[in-house]
């Protein structure tokens, strides 16, 4: 079957879709085995096995895009490597090295490539590395055995109707991550402990929750899926914070503003400041780059409207980067590696 018989590009959501292969490969004791390649889309594991009882899972998300010359480029894989890396650190998980990392993605893309969207469709192949503690033991300690693990899914847009603004709510009931915990890593506890307030928020017609910081639920910290930034005049401003997940897509539209001619400032956010920016958005992997329309303070009723239209801002940085991703102007920075094919 050719690519373009394999399903409707354009109408992808940002969903599962079965791929070809999947990647495999385990430490033992710090030693890395040889990485298996397998149909498969389970797996068997010990019931007492470190990462369903004790949280050790992490994991990346990243994608690969067939550009507007043909080619597939992968973006910015080794960041994703270094910040998983990180976050293995902190939940004592041996980790793959950035070569390793980035030649299993390039493998797994080159071995799955009917599943790469065609250029015109606007979707990709998106990516998703997990690292999890594997040996079976009882008892809150560090797992002795790591299994990582690519697989790969045709996505569309995370938010569906691509760059058009969502409506978002602000739950100060509920925190996404404690100072000085594991905001700042990308496990999965993060995303468990936003999920109660996160399906509140789809089931009352909102695409997301914009969580505070859980000390003082004054300051502006991101999204349950996505980094928060605003634009006002020429500057592009977005959290800092010891509970923020260091979104490679933040990252990137950060050096993009900067280039742009862009004020960049990494601050403390207080909410009230929201009524003062000209421009808000999410950005992470999934989302790209998704404009604010408004934002709902549930305790105090306020809301702060951004209208209904993508800034001026945010619509340049999107195409800015998307134009990078897919090829269509130079990459001056090195951040996409061709998948050769």
């Known amino acids: 079957m050719s690519e373009n018989q394999l399903m409707d590009w354009s109408a992808l959501g940002f969903e599962y879709h079965p791929t070809d292969w999947n990647a495999r490969c ?19 594991m010990h019931i007492s096995a470190g990462c369903l009882h004790y949280g050790l899972e992490i994991f990346e998300g990243l994608k690969a895009f067939r550009g507007v010359d043909g080619k597939i480029r992968l973006f910015r894989a080794d960041e994703n490597a270094r910040r998983m890396i990180s976050s293995a650190e902190r939940l004592c998980l041996a980790a793959p090295s950035v070569e390793q990392f980035v030649d299993i993605c390039a493998e797994v893309v080159r071995r799955n490539l009917r599943f790469v969207p065609p250029y015109e469709s606007g979707a990709s192949l998106y990516l998703r590395p997990l690292l999890i503690g594997t040996n079976p033991f009882l008892g809150v300690k560090p797992a002795l055995e790591s299994t990582f693990i690519v697989f790969a899914s045709p996505v569309g847009p995370y938010f569906k109707g691509g760059i058009a603004p969502i409506d978002v709510v602000i739950d100060r009931g509920q925190d996404r991550a404690a100072p000085r915990g594991t905001g700042d890593v990308k496990v ?19 695409s997301n929750v914009l969580y505070l910081d859980a000390v003082e639920r004054k300051y502006i910290e991101e999204f349950g899926a996505a980094n928060f930034f605003a634009v006002r005049g020429n500057t592009y401003i977005t959290p800092a914070s010891g509970s923020v997940l260091p979104s490679v897509t933040n990252k990137s539209l950060r050096r993009l503003a900067t280039d742009m001619g862009m004020t960049v400032e990494e601050r403390r956010i207080p909410v009230e400041e929201l009524s003062e920016f000209d421009e808000a958005a999410a950005c992470g992997t999934a ?3 998704a404009p604010i329309g408004k934002v709902i303070d549930l305790q105090t009723n306020k809301i702060y409207d951004f209208g209904n239209k993508v800034g001026p801002y945010s619509l340049k940085l999107f195409n800015t980067l998307q134009d990078i991703q897919y090829g269509r102007t130079e990459d001056p920075y090195g951040w996409t590696t061709v998948v050769e094919v």
């Open 26 to 44: 385990t430490s033992r004791n710090g030693v890395w085995g040889e990485v298996e390649w397998t149909q498969s889309e389970y797996m068997t």
């Open 188 to 206: 999965g506890g993060n995303y468990a402990s936003s999920m109660l307030s996160g399906y509140q928020a789809h089931r009352s017609g909102y």
């Open 287 to 289: 989302a790209v780059v």
